[in-house]
């Protein structure tokens, strides 16, 4: 399963610290749509809203994603 968004945000993963493993990458694919807060599987609207978040705030993006993943663990 690859998502539609991800190779698009490498360098968001880059930041923070996130290496996607095929092992990992559906718990940061549901953590990523929780976070921008749409429905899970709906990879265009949330590539849409990751996109949007991330021109708004690329530094607010990589933290919540940080901390989102070091609470799964």
């Known amino acids: 399963m690859v998502?539609?968004?991800f190779?698009?945000?490498q360098h968001v993963f880059k930041k923070?610290?996130?290496e996607v493993t095929s092992e990992?990458?559906?718990v940061i694919?549901?953590?990523v749509h929780e976070i921008v807060g749409v429905e899970y599987k709906n990879c265009p609207a949330t590539w849409r809203e990751v996109k949007k978040r991330i021109a708004e705030d690329e530094e607010?993006?990589?933290?919540?994603l940080k901390q989102a993943l070091t609470e799964q663990v």
């Open 3 to 5: 998502t539609c968004y």
């Open 7 to 9: 190779r698009h945000i």
């Open 60 to 64: 607010g993006f990589v933290s919540k």
């Open 24 to 26: 990992n990458k559906r």
């Open 16 to 18: 923070a610290g996130i």
């Open 29 to 31: 694919d549901r953590i």
